[in-house]
């Protein structure tokens, strides 16, 4: 195995673990367990959080310090994880999907889900109706 594979792995793994940890924390005492307080209050405890890294990491970001924007970043994909636990759904299927994805066009993956919500007679945002309307980009 490559080093490059040996390394996708091992954050595969990493991130697998990490879950398995954060699942762990369902039902478990939110007084010791910053885990179990965000499930205790999820959703709407958990997609403020993401909402707030997100924030943090688009601000170190825009002030180019690598450290911050590792670290924030971190909290940032942290966060998501906890989301996904409270969902019922793991890391494995976000990898998944970017698979899916690799090698597809952005600009070809958006023309292609807009595509199928006038065939389903949804446009995106779940509005009724096929009325030809520009998606944000």
Known sequence: MSAAADGKAASADALARLADLIDSRHGGDPATSYVARLLAHAPDAVLKKIGEEATETVMAAKDGDPLRIVAETADLW?????????FGLRPEQVLAELERRAGTSGIEEKALRKALARAAGTLPGGAPG????EEPS
């Open 130 to 133: 096929g009325a030809a309307t």
């Open 78 to 86: 942290f966060h998501c994880l906890v989301m996904l636990s409270h």
